[in-house]
Nanobody, 126 residues
Framework: VQLQASGGGMVQAGGSLRLSCAAS????????MAWFRQAPGKEREFVAA?????????IYADSVKGRFTISRDNTENTVYLQMNSLKPEDTAVYYC???????????????????WGQGTLVTVSS
């Protein structure tokens, strides 16, 4: 499966962005999906994940809980990350990831994912 992330850009603190991750090659229906991010000079970190179905279970990093929402539309073969109340510390390259076999207890471990998008840059200015 090929993943294409988009929707990044520059926004002021307090603003919003919606990232999309469009898949091609295979249906995403059987894949658990996640967003990770990598800030300059830092390691990549988990942001959010969603189970296989539309409206499936979700989980968030504490740093984004209450501000970010992950969702998916399996008919559109796309996963979204709605980011509200953005902060300068949210500045990073955001990556989507997919895997069919990752277990829920390991959903935040980047090593569990076989498929990655190319990343989209989000810059939040103060």
């Amino acid at each position: 499966v090929q993943l294409q992330a988009s929707g990044g850009g520059m926004v002021q603190a307090g603003g919003s962005l919606r990232l999309s991750c469009a898949a091609s090659g295979r249906s995403l229906r059987s894949y658990r999906m996640a967003w990770f991010r990598q800030a300059p000079g830092k390691e990549r970190e988990f942001v959010a994940a969603i189970d296989r179905s539309n409206g499936g279970n979700t989980i968030y990093a504490d740093s984004v809980k209450g501000r970010f929402t992950i969702s998916r539309d399996n008919t559109e073969n796309t996963v979204y990350l709605q980011m509200n109340s953005l902060k300068p510390e949210d500045t990073a390259v955001y990556y989507c990831a997919a895997d069919r076999n990752v277990i829920w207890s390991m959903i935040g471990a980047e090593g569990q994912y076989d498929y990655w998008g190319q990343g989209t840059l989000v810059t939040v200015s103060s």
